[in-house]
DNA sequence: TTGAAAGCGCTAACAA
DNA sequence: TTGTTAGCGCTTTCAA
């Protein structure tokens, strides 16, 4: 690889000068500019980034901490995130925390050491604790951990009473709930959106809600025990798709029909949704959007610092499907 | 942040004891090793890892480039090569290529400049060629570019004979083909292995194989006129799960009854076929193996740079759902 | 308009 | 067993 100093030599200028016309600043001739580019395109020079890195304290990075990339709300939100990433040439770094908050804090310190420049964190164990050493910023989706930390999030709340609502708007009379798990940021406010809404009915009580894991495979399970367990149960408010899903092949497998039976409404509204029979009706997340305004301010946070917090939030949107449908 | 400088002075040592110490390499006294030890924990010392870089001209940062991160067959590889990447102290950095040529090249010498050790690619469109200058080792999924690159891929072409054989030997008599795009690197390995099996057929015609996208919406499009136009199609090998999902969406239009009328097996073994009604035969590809194992190949090429091309084929599942059956 | 030189934080010869 | 020093490749003050 070709340095700085093969190009000055080349060009018959010292290092400084070629380092003026790379990042294009200071004063220099058009005559002496032409050589140097000539040098550079002869000896197909490219400047080390690492070089760079370490004299500015900064390495055009930006980290992506997701519970799994697995779980298909996050590829999308990771899409989004690098696009906007690479637009401003920055590079993109994924790590999947397993909701362990101690890979996060492995991660968050090997990355300070890399100088990364901003963290992007879905994560419900991290506290404003972890990130007071931390001088690079960081936003955090889904959940806001404190006023002092900026974050893009949705009416997590607003959606669970939008969804609830509207299964008792086609007709559901027992309306059951599965939860995510209590470790999860938003689960909290889903259970309170639901309450919201059926708390106060005669027939309520805790047995109507039970807690997942935001899995498929759990879903399908407890789905299939609170199914056979209170057989009047016509609608189920499901704290996200996966599991969502898990309550159709439950249902399916009991013989029970959905949406005749059954009202079935998830949350999030990823693709899966389309692909099951009959289709899921869900509250669905702008995904993409905040996957880009999150890395978005995150750029923004990283090239003014002095900037205050930030935090915005998105709105959800009920789509209906094939898994509720109005009873006569 | 402290430096090896301050931590040197409060130790009352040299630099490059403190860095003995930290590396553990080189003669140290137990004494001063402890004094030295007690002024890092003093001061939280990290040694910053930019600077390591640049001396030691390599990051500890390896890459992957899929095509999207959104296709559900990716995340489980990503999670498979930041999981290796990750226990040997490795970060991850991943690029989605959207199969752009431009882009490929682009993360690549992006990613050179910043000295990341290695590459796992996933492309159709990378070349012998454009990997020519750079030094970093690279190894390959899904396809061989040439003799010369190390790869892990699987056997699709008799994949692709296993599920056309096996929907010849459960009955059915006319097989269709939707085949990837033309421009993804497998795609031609599946429709040969469809072909060798059915390609002397008397029945046999060019108008049973279809080119899809490996897109679950368009599968859905192209499976309806090709259903309709040939209504004696009892079974269809599909050359991956997402567009085989589509099959049986575009079946369930027609109402085409699978697997009664219909058998519909796909490749892959990706969990969405778990969850679509019926759930989908497929032929599964040990995903996440293909991804440690090109991990692990990749770091060791990365050590032993001497090593020469290493070349690992891995073998696929027939796995038995719900979308083909047994005629009686 | 250009160059000399210091320095970002670290490691590794070489010397002592 | 430890320290001195050069240098990884770049940017930026300062002086010319």
Same mark, same amino acid.
């Given at each position: 690889?070709?340095?700085?100093?093969?190009?000055?030599?080349?060009?018959?200028?010292?290092?400084?000068?070629?380092?003026?016309?790379?990042?294009?600043?200071?004063?220099?001739?058009?005559?002496?500019?032409?050589?140097?580019?000539?040098?550079?395109?002869?000896?197909?020079?490219?400047?080390?980034?690492?070089?760079?890195?370490?004299?500015?304290?900064?390495?055009?990075?930006?980290?992506?901490?997701?519970?799994?990339?697995?779980?298909?709300?996050?590829?999308?939100?990771?899409?989004?995130?690098?696009?906007?990433?690479?637009?401003?040439?920055?590079?993109?770094?994924?790590?999947?925390?397993?909701?362990?908050?101690?890979? @996060?804090?492995?991660?968050?310190?090997?990355?300070? %050491?890399? *100088? !990364?420049? =901003? &963290?992007?964190?879905?994560?419900?164990?991290? +506290?404003?604790?972890?990130?007071?050493?931390?001088?690079?910023?960081?936003?955090?989706?889904?959940?806001?951990?404190?006023?002092?930390?900026?974050?893009?999030?949705?009416?997590?709340?607003?959606?669970?009473?939008?969804?609830?609502?509207?299964?008792?708007?086609?007709?559901?009379?027992?309306?059951?709930?599965?939860?995510?798990?209590?470790?999860?940021?938003?689960?909290?406010?889903?259970?309170?959106?639901?309450?919201?809404?059926?708390?106060?009915?005669?027939?309520?009580?805790?047995?109507?809600?039970?807690?997942?894991?935001?899995?498929?495979?759990?879903?399908?399970?407890?789905?299939?025990?609170?199914?056979?367990?209170?057989?009047?149960?016509?609608?189920?408010?499901?704290?996200?798709?996966?599991?969502?899903?898990?309550?159709?092949?439950?249902? @399916?497998?009991?013989?029970?029909?959905?949406?005749? %039976?059954? *009202? !079935?409404? =998830? &949350?999030?509204?990823?693709?899966?949704?389309? +692909?099951?029979?009959?289709?899921?009706?869900?509250?669905?997340?702008?995904?993409?959007?905040?996957?880009?305004?999150?890395?978005?301010?995150?750029?923004?946070?990283?090239?003014?610092?002095?900037?205050?917090?930030?935090?915005?939030?998105?709105?959800?949107?009920?789509?209906?499907?094939?898994?509720?449908?109005?009873?006569?």
């Amino acid at each position: 690889m070709a340095t700085i100093r093969d190009v000055a030599k080349l060009a018959n200028v010292s290092t400084a000068t070629v380092s003026r016309v790379l990042n294009n600043n200071g004063y220099v001739n058009s005559e002496t500019k032409k050589r140097v580019n000539e040098a550079i395109e002869k000896l197909q020079y490219r400047p080390n980034d690492v070089a760079r890195s370490l004299f500015k304290g900064s390495s055009k990075m930006i980290a992506l901490f997701v519970p799994d990339i697995k779980n298909p709300f996050f590829p999308e939100l990771a899409r989004a995130v690098e696009d906007v990433t690479n637009q401003h040439n920055y590079t993109f770094i994924l790590c999947n925390t397993d909701d362990s908050h101690e890979k @996060e804090v492995t991660y968050l310190n090997a990355l300070t %050491q890399k *100088s !990364v420049d =901003g &963290f992007i964190i879905v994560s419900s164990t991290i +506290t404003e604790e972890d990130l007071h050493h931390i001088t690079s910023p960081v936003i955090s989706l889904d959940r806001k951990f404190s006023s002092k930390i900026s974050s893009v999030t949705v009416n997590n709340r607003k959606g669970a009473r939008e969804a609830t609502a509207y299964l008792q708007s086609i007709g559901c009379k027992k309306i059951a709930h599965i939860s995510g798990p209590q470790t999860a940021s938003n689960t909290e406010e889903r259970l309170k959106g639901y309450l919201d809404v059926v708390e106060h009915e005669a027939w309520f009580n805790s047995n109507y809600v039970v807690t997942g894991d935001y899995r498929f495979e759990n879903s399908y399970e407890i789905a299939k025990q609170l199914l056979t367990n209170h057989n009047d149960i016509d609608g189920v408010f499901v704290a996200n798709d996966l599991m969502a899903v898990g309550v159709l092949k439950a249902a @399916e497998s009991l013989h029970i029909k959905i949406p005749e %039976q059954l *009202s !079935v409404i =998830g &949350f999030d509204g990823i693709t899966i949704g389309l +692909t099951t029979t009959p289709s899921l009706t869900t509250i669905q997340q702008p995904i993409y959007e905040i996957g880009s305004r999150a890395a978005q301010i995150l750029l923004q946070l990283i090239d003014h610092p002095e900037q205050k917090v930030i935090q915005e939030e998105l709105e959800v949107t009920l789509i209906e499907r094939d898994s509720t449908k109005r009873k006569e």
